[in-house]
């Protein structure tokens, strides 16, 4: 019997070997290093890779093809969304370290879990194939799912765990049972056949199901009403460095599974979906932000603004063209930047091990501490969309992008909902510029590293507010793929 | 110079750089420098542009200097360009003239105030964020601006964090300017939608493409007023405006008189191409600025903090300035936003140093007798009163007369008519604030010791009612070419459609002209014969003419009736509208409002019970929502 | 004789219906996991009945990779089960809700 | 052969039922096992041999051997004690509403397949066929589930480890 091996090219795939090998080593390193490796270099070495992978991809930038007989897409559009992936988890990584020291838990295994989770984003985000977007799904979700019961000792993080599993593996049976519902209708897992197939003979029973499911896998993934509900438990349980990795990592490679899928599968029958979406998107802001208000805990109060942001982006998918989409890119490379920053900032205010998390422990910050609280404005006014902030032009997009569409109610509800959220966020603010420290809580939690990435952080946001041209060519670059 | 001028902003930017990152390390002394230093130079430098300006050749204005590409995309284009032209040169000196007054003020007046560099660094990044909103060239950009000065706003009405009133307040400015703001950020979306483009230029070009009245414009226009009724306030989003005195009196002076509530008289001027085509937004702005004006007055008859008189007078002078743009008068509105500028500045300032000399008093009633103490400030406050009254030949007079002269013939008898009776208000309690301040008996405690303020604040207290005097030479009305300002502002502004060409005799206007006069006079007489005469008149007469005590008790007894019928019917109405219409209808909508998001919330709250199966219940629920909306159809 | 692939799916169908009710009523973790498996494999056998329907192969590979996807939510499930049962003594979901609102 | 698929299905219909609705977990799991080897003889006869193979191996072996295993260990063998009846009513609309969705999904999309025309190839579903496949187009997804089965086996020692170091 003769076997046709496909031709494979390995630097088309360079990011995910060089993130997996580096788990692997790291795994290896911490079984047999002993005392003789010390902790400290985990990261550093997960450091170095996620740099190697972002060097990669910056390399294959503008390379256009597809490998692995068509199971991957090798475009500027999955390179784009790695620098988030790559990004998003470098960030994290930093702002594990000194949190996971007092807590004893600077595991070996934490980083190649993560690095494992980034796998899982960038396949999501190259997927050519609905099976390479389920695997990639569940390579994302399962680490996630581990690293929220890191802390084996807290209820909470237990809680939070479990509660993400059991709805994850649920949501997931209804995301196969609608792929499986496509195959069942079209024959096919490849995103480029099944578009093909709809543009041909249209949509049937088989389809409509699937097509259904699909926005409920996706839509849990990226913390779409009425599927958001596990976000602010799991948020607020789970270890505060992941509850960043994954705000901005799961969101950001669920919506890029969302956006290829949708807009390249479905962009034919989109009065079929924008309907339905355009409902979602409406009760995901308003639960998101009228929900926050009432928030003290400050990791559950951006759980829900992150439900909110999950909102602001289906406004973009929503509007279905090219400057959605672009504005869906450039906004959660914002989105990614600006919250891993406050979240940054709520490690380090937080002190040792997760002590101050309620809004009223700001209290004070900004005459104690400046500069973090200038950061964490910066952060804060992104996260509401105040010009010049990367925040505000992002929203900005993704809102002309669906009046560009004729969403002229969405529009209007949607900057209905940010006027509420300036009222939580600048609310954190107020406090810590405008009330008294009760008490003093003691040093914060911060490091020379930490300090210098919430400040290239801040700066970033501020920049890419300011100058948001060459990222916005680069986004709208990578959209390209999507015709119309 | 003009090629530059983006270099205005950037010098008070670097001044918040400085005050901001390093104001505690750095001296007092040197954040004295930096602060006003930086406006200072900014001030310079928009001379050099104007003064360019004016000879610049007429092909090469209005100038647009482009810095960068802000925004780019196939669809969507938005510059961070800067535009000079007759509108944002004149908005320009007004910013960072009465700006650079205010910052020399403040280094008196917050002297001794803990955050001296915070404070600096704020007014700083407001001068900024001020000055981006006056040159924007496009809607996007002059809405960076707008939010700026917001945010700006905030920081400043709640600097005295410590007073509960002051975070409330800022609170309460921020959440009614977020309304504002929807309306303006959907005007925006609005004009991107029909237009394909913000730049102003293209936009206004295109404008008249539309049929005069079109449902789109109509739309657009009252968005964007909706804006500026924030920004502004008008009715109904005005009642942030007096809480907002809350913040250090030069605050008052700078962000809630002279320029940032301004900024929606700017927009509807800007926008004058936009509203001449929609005649509907342009009754709806001349009502709403009509009634603002009358009502604004006539709660500040009540009043007797001496900064909320001002503010209400604020509020309504701004309702005259949208009363003129309404009636097509938009030049009168920016020269009235001029003139403003000066004499309410000065007012504020003046205020400031009343207050200043009466350690922190504010209320009027524990004032009086201060003309001796404090004559330099008693000039200035006088000289701005008298401008703000209408008085030949202060600068208010010709502004104003403008308004209530465009307001007859361009608008309507009963414009005119309710504009002269808010303009008698306004000389009444400024004339009650002047008389009740520094005139009569002293009544403030012994242990409080008014005096005089140092230079630095009475200076630019001088500079500023010397503007507010000869401000209004500048547009001169009656004589053909003497009305300079109507001539450098013509090219920004854009004419109601023809009809209107009527040409008033001479005799008319200086009529109208002596009749405004006369209805302020009368409103200073009142204020006299209530504040100064009445209550020292009884005392003295029964003391030297015993005989005579009936017959001035009988006249006592006139006043009485003339009290019972005319003066607490109008005090009662007034303190009714005050606390009424203003701290319950629009504070309880605005509360409203938000408590029942507030409310809305704490149900939207329970639905996440904690428990997991809910959760799941809540996935099979969008399941079945999503394949019933596929299948069940 | 052929059986009509439709049958395969109602079977099919009929225990993700069945799956999906263990998860909403059972208090036990495990034996909502259990549910979820089941789920897994209602789906399982309607790919099985399309790839025969399509005579693909490619309906089957998916259960390969469900099955692998399954066993390691199991692994990582059971675990953290377990860990919880450690911490409260027991592993019932509706008593795990410290976090709420 | 459609008298076999109706026992098959029966057993499979019954035992899944039986798990929802034991309230002892050990039983519950047994009844488990049954299901999934009913469905393996069902996957027999949608002539998936190979699956059918994995299904008994992976599943019934693996998996379920490890839920038996955390039942015994967690000593979880009594039956759950009361509290069945909390959220009543909730426990009944969902089950309702899931049994309407799947009867919507049956009854306007299952009810309208057409049997396949295409002649069987005698090698379909074999393991030759499957290996064929997985070696060649799904070589990327068959490497990626060794990472995922890594990050299982890691998580599960992380999670599960009895010391904290």
């Not at chain 1, 930093?94 to 899982?120: C, D, P, Q, T, W």
């Not at chain 1, 607020?236 to 949708?262: D, N």
């Not at chain 1, 979906?273 to 990791?299: E, H, P, R, S």
Request: aromatic residues 14%; hydrophobic residues 55%.
């Amino acid at each position: 019997m003769s076997i046709d091996i496909p031709t494979i090219c390995l630097t088309n795939i360079g990011p995910l070997i060089t993130l997996s090998v580096a788990g692997l080593l790291l795994l290896l390193f911490d079984a047999f290093s002993g005392k003789a490796m010390k902790k400290a270099h985990f990261h550093q070495f997960s450091l170095v890779a996620v740099v190697i992978a972002l060097l990669q991809t910056v390399w294959l930038w503008n390379r256009q093809t597809t490998d692995f007989s068509r199971m991957i897409y090798v475009d500027n559009f999955s390179f784009f969304f790695n620098v988030i992936f790559l990004l998003g988890t470098g960030i994290s990584i930093i702002l594990s370290v000194h949190y996971l020291e007092n807590y004893r838990k600077n595991y070996g295994e934490y980083y190649a879990l993560m690095l494992f989770a980034a796998v899982g984003m960038i396949l999501m985000a190259a997927g050519g194939n609905l099976v390479i977007i389920f695997l990639g799904v569940e390579i994302l979700s399962i680490p996630i799912y581990i690293l929220s019961g890191l802390f084996r000792e807290d209820l909470k993080s237990n809680e939070a765990a479990l509660k993400y599993l059991l709805l994850g593996a649920f949501s997931s049976a209804f995301l196969l049972f609608g792929i499986a519902m496509l195959y069942g209708g079209t024959g096919t897992f490849y995103l480029a056949d099944l578009a093909a197939f709809i543009k041909k003979s249209g949509m049937n029973g088989f389809t409509y199901v699937g097509m259904g499911l699909l926005i409920v896998g996706f839509g849990f993934k990226v913390s779409m009403a009425p599927f958001h509900m596990w976000t602010p438990d799991v948020y607020e349980g789970a270890p505060t460095s992941i509850t960043a990795f994954m705000s901005v990592g799961t969101k950001a490679a669920a919506f890029a599974a969302f956006l290829r899928v949708f807009l390249e599968v479905f962009p034919t029958v989109r009065m079929e979906w924008d309907l339905l979406l355009w409902v979602a998107a409406v009760a995901t802001m308003t639960v998101g932000n009228v929900t926050a208000l009432a928030q003290t805990n400050i990791k559950r109060m951006l759980a829900y603004s992150s439900i909110a942001h999950a909102g602001y982006i289906l406004v973009g998918l929503i509007a279905g063209n090219q400057l959605g989409a672009t504005g869906i890119l450039y906004y959660l490379l914002a989105y990614t930047i600006m919250n891993l920053g406050a979240f940054g900032v709520v490690i380090a205010v937080a002190r040792k091990k997760d002590n101050y998390l309620n809004i009223y422990d700001y209290a004070g910050l900004g005459f104690q501490y400046p500069g973090l609280a200038a950061v964490m404005s910066v952060f804060l006014f992104s996260l509401v969309g105040m010009p010049p902030t990367a925040g505000f032009l992002g929203k900005f997009y993704l809102f002309s992008a669906a009046v560009e569409a004729g969403y002229i109610w969405l529009v209007i509800i949607a900057v209905i909902n940010s006027l509420i959220s300036v009222y939580y966020y600048l609310r954190i603010t107020v406090i810590m510029y405008m009330q008294p420290a009760e008490a003093d809580l003691g040093p914060v939690a911060m490091t020379p590293v930490v300090n210098a990435t919430l400040i290239i952080s801040a700066l970033a946001v501020l920049l890419i507010g300011i100058f948001p041209g060459s990222i916005f060519q680069l986004a709208m670059n990578s959209v390209k793929i999507f015709g119309s | 110079m003009i090629q530059y001028v983006w270099l205005v902003p950037v010098f008070p930017l670097i001044g918040f750089l400085i005050n901001g990152l390093l104001g505690k390390k750095i001296s007092k002394n040197t954040v004295s420098l930096v602060g006003p230093g930086s406006v200072g130079l900014s001030f310079a430098w928009v001379l050099g542009c104007f003064w360019e300006y004016l000879h610049l050749p007429a092909k090469a204005k209005p100038v647009e200097v482009f810095v960068f590409n802000w925004i780019t995309s196939g669809t969507f284009n938005a510059q961070a360009a800067f535009l000079v032209d007759p509108l944002s040169l004149v908005m320009l000196l007004v910013v960072s003239g009465v700006g650079f007054l205010i910052h020399i003020y403040s280094v008196g007046y917050m002297h001794d105030d803990p955050g001296y560099a915070r404070y600096f660094s704020y007014l700083n990044l407001f001068v900024v964020n001020m000055l981006i909103l006056v040159m924007a060239n496009n809607f996007l950009l002059m809405f960076v601006g707008w939010e700026g000065v917001g945010l700006c706003s905030y920081l400043l009405i709640g600097y005295w964090y410590e007073k509960q009133s002051a975070s409330d307040a800022g609170k309460k400015a921020f959440v009614v300017n977020r309304i504002g703001d929807f309306g303006f950020l959907l005007g925006i979306f609005l004009i991107f939608y029909t237009f394909g483009t913000v730049n102003f230029r293209e936009v206004f070009a295109q404008a008249h493409n539309f049929p005069v009245g079109s449902a789109i414009l109509t739309i657009i226009t009252l968005c964007l007023f909706v804006g500026a009724t924030g920004k502004s306030a008008q009715i109904p989003l005005y009642t942030w405006l007096p809480d907002a005195m809350e913040g250090p009196t030069p605050v008052s002076a700078l962000i809630h008189a002279a320029t940032m509530v301004t900024a929606g008289v700017y927009m509807v001027a800007r926008c004058s191409a936009l509203y001449v085509m929609a005649p509907i937004s342009m009754t709806v702005v001349a009502v709403i600025g009509l009634a603002t004006a009358f009502m604004a007055a006539s709660i500040g008859l009540a009043q007797n903090d001496i900064k909320r008189v001002l503010a209400y007078s604020t509020v309504s002078q701004l309702g005259y300035m949208f009363l003129a743009c309404g009636v097509g008068a938009f030049v009168a509105a920016i020269f009235h936003l001029m003139t403003h500028a000066f004499f309410k500045a000065l007012l504020f300032l003046g205020s400031g140093s009343v207050i200043h000399g009466m350690h922190g008093e504010q209320d009027m009633r524990k004032m009086g007798a201060l003309k001796n103490k404090m004559p330099i400030t008693y000039a200035v406050m006088l000289v701005g009163t008298l401008a703000i009254a209408g008085i030949f030949p202060f600068a208010g007079f010709f502004s104003k007369d403008e308004i209530l002269f465009k307001a007859l013939t361009d608008g309507h008898v009963g414009y005119w008519a309710i504009a002269s009776l808010g303009a008698m208000m306004t000389a009444f309690y400024m004339f009650r604030l002047i008389f009740m301040t520094f005139y009569g008996e002293k009544r403030w405690d012994h242990h409080v010791h008014p005096h005089e303020s140092p230079p630095v604040m009475t200076i630019p207290l001088i500079i500023l009612a010397i503007l507010s005097t000869v401000g209004g030479f500048v547009g001169i009305p009656l004589i053909q070419g003497w009305n300079v300002f109507h001539e450098f502002l013509a090219p920004s502004i854009a004419h109601v459609a023809a009809g209107h060409e009527v040409h008033h005799s001479m005799t008319f206007e200086v009529m109208m002209m002596l009749v405004s006069m006369g209805v302020a006079g009368i409103g200073i007489f009142i204020a006299y014969k209530m504040y100064i005469k009445q209550p020292e008149l009884p005392a003295q007469v029964t003391a030297k003419v015993p005989g005579l005590y009936d017959l001035i008790y009988n006249k006592y007894y006139v006043d009485e009736i003339y009290d019972a019928t005319v003066v607490e019917p109008i005090k009662n109405g007034s303190v009714f509208l005050w606390q009424e219409a203003d701290s319950k209808v629009i504070d309880g909508a605005v509360n409203g409002t938000a408590s029942v998001v507030d409310r809305l919330s704490l149900v939207i709250r329970k639905l996440e019970t904690g428990y997991v199966q809910n959760y799941a219940l809540g996935i099979l629920i969008g399941v079945a929502v999503i394949t019933g909306y596929y299948l069940g159809r | 004789m052929e059986i009509p692939i439709s049958y395969y799916l109602i079977l099919s169908s009929a225990l993700f219906a069945i799956g999906t009710v263990g998860v909403l009523i059972r208090r036990n973790a495990i034996i909502i996991f259990m549910s979820i498996e089941m789920m897994l494999n209602a789906v399982n056998l309607s790919l099985v009945a399309f790839s025969d329907l399509h005579r693909s192969i490619d309906g089957q590979m998916l259960v390969f990779f469900v099955m692998v996807v399954a066993a390691a939510e199991v692994a990582v499930g059971l675990a953290l089960i377990y860990v919880i049962f450690r911490n409260k003594g027991n592993v019932y979901v509706d008593e795990l809700n410290i976090m709420k609102w | 052969m459609q008298i076999i698929f109706f026992l098959l299905a029966a057993t499979a219909l019954i035992s899944g039922i039986m798990v929802v609705i034991q309230v002892n977990p050990v039983r519950s799991a047994l009844f488990l096992v049954l299901n999934f080897f009913a469905l393996a003889a069902i996957y027999l006869l949608a002539n998936a041999q190979f699956i059918a193979a994995i299904q008994i191996i992976v599943y019934a072996g693996a998996i379920m051997v490890l839920f038996l295993f955390v039942i015994m260990l967690l000593n979880l063998r009594q039956p759950e004690e009361g509290g069945a009846h909390r959220h009543l009513g909730q426990k009944i609309f969902g089950s309702s509403l899931a049994t309407a969705v799947i009867a919507l999904v049956i009854y306007k999309v299952f009810r309208m397949i057409v049997p396949p025309g295409k002649p069987l190839t005698p090698d379909f579903g074999s393991t030759e066929m499957v290996a064929k496949s997985l070696f060649t187009d799904y070589l990327l997804p068959f490497e990626m589930t060794s990472i995922l089965l890594l990050v299982a086996v890691v998580g599960a020692v992380i999670l599960a480890r009895s010391k904290v170091e």
